[in-house]
């Protein structure tokens, strides 16, 4: 089982930015696909961002497009999201998690079957 740990969040105001780590146990991340997800208070859990294991291209949903990058270095087996322009609706806990079932990522969290302990962002002034 991949073991994951999130770490970057915390509170920033409207219009900050923030870059979030998934750092992962596994000695060769080539092999996963990375999703980051989060979840607000109240509401379900949604995809945010992915990056493929296969050829690195990657998902963005609407609403961060523009303003969220997802990065990944197998050396470090590392992923980042790099997240600019934020918003209060950003607010959220903020999950990675891998799979290597599938070809291309996806923002299903059902497809995924290892994930991190969460991440805390809060956007507000």
């Known amino acids: 089982q991949l073991q994951l740990v999130e770490s970057g969040g915390g509170l920033v105001q409207p219009g900050g930015s923030l870059r979030l780590s998934c750092a992962a146990s596994e000695f060769v991340l080539d092999y996963y696909s990375i999703g980051w997800f989060r979840q607000a208070p109240g509401k379900e859990r949604e995809g945010v961002s992915c990056i493929s294991s296969n050829d690195g291209s990657t998902y963005y949903a609407d609403s961060v497009k523009g303003r969220f990058t997802i990065s990944r270095d197998n050396a470090k087996r590392t992923v980042y999201l790099q997240m600019t322009s934020l918003k209060p609706e950003d607010t959220a806990v903020y999950y990675c998690?891998?799979?290597?079932?599938?070809?291309?990522?996806?923002?299903?969290?059902?497809?995924?079957?290892?994930w991190g302990q969460g991440t805390q962002v809060s956007v507000s002034s």
């Open positions: 998690a891998a799979e290597n079932k599938y070809i291309y990522c996806s923002d299903n969290p059902g497809e995924y079957h290892d």
